[in-house]
Structure formats: C-alpha cells, structure tokens
C-alpha cells in the first residue's frame, strides 16, 4: 500500500515549531531538497551584486526562499532601496555553491522563507544538507 503525503513544507515547518524532534526537522529539509530551485535576493548594482543578509540581534542571517514571489515581496517589504533587488533562483543542487560563498563571509545562520513559516538553521547544517544532494 502507498501512502500519499499532502503536507506541504509550510505544515512541516509548522509542525516542527510545535514539537521539535529531529524527525520534524528531517522532514522540513526533505522538503527543501525537493525544491526544483531555491531563490536568492540580490541587492545593489547589477555589475556588484551582495546577497541579502539581514541582522537579527546583531546575527548575520542569510535569507533563502522556495519562491521567487515570495523572495521579492519579502524583500520589498524590508529593504528601504527595492529598485536594487533582483530574485535569483539556482537549481537546488546547485545552490550549495552560492551559499558556501555566503558562509564563507563570516554567515552563520540561514532563514528559509522569512515569515510566519520561517525556518532557521545554522550555516553548517544547510551547508551538510545541500551538499548531500545528488540530482541526475
């Protein structure tokens, strides 16, 4: 017998918040390594662009997001300059390499779709999570 699982990644987070066990939390990461991308905000001039990352109680915080209409408005809501921002999105396989050069300017900590729904992880352990994905 199959079962099919209709929880969306929103509910696995939710359900994370409410009970915390590492199996919640492995099932929030199933879910964003099933992401055909994630997207990335970009602020600045086009030839320069920074990655946006937020302080949260003076933590540098990478902001990642699985929609790119997410990513803009969230973005847009915060960022004082929303004619510099740009949503880029990478094959998530191939946003290991993205974030690794974010880490590697002193980010340790990663939002997942700032918001309600948002979920935190340290740097290492996205870095760990995406770097095991293998995609054909």
């Not at 937020?54 to 408005?73: N, R, W, Y």
């Not at 999105?89 to 690794?100: D, E, F, I, R, V």
């Not at 300017?105 to 770097?131: I, K, Y």
């Amino acid at each position: 017998m199959v079962h099919i699982n209709k929880q969306t990644l929103n509910q696995a987070v939710e359900h994370f918040s409410q009970n915390g066990t590492s199996q919640a939390r492995q099932r929030v990461w199933a879910f964003i390594n099933a992401m055909p991308a994630l997207y990335f905000v970009q602020c600045g001039r086009k030839s320069c662009p920074v990655p946006w990352i937020m302080f949260e109680d003076d933590v540098p915080t990478a902001m990642v997001f699985t929609e790119s209409e997410h990513a803009l408005q969230a973005a847009k809501s915060i960022i004082e300059d929303g004619e510099n921002i740009r949503v880029v999105g990478l094959p998530t396989n191939a946003a290991s390499m993205y974030m690794t050069a974010i880490a590697a300017q002193g980010v340790q900590t990663v939002c997942f779709n700032h918001g309600p729904e948002r979920f935190d992880a340290p740097m290492d352990e996205v870095l760990v999570s995406l770097g095991s994905l293998t995609r054909f």
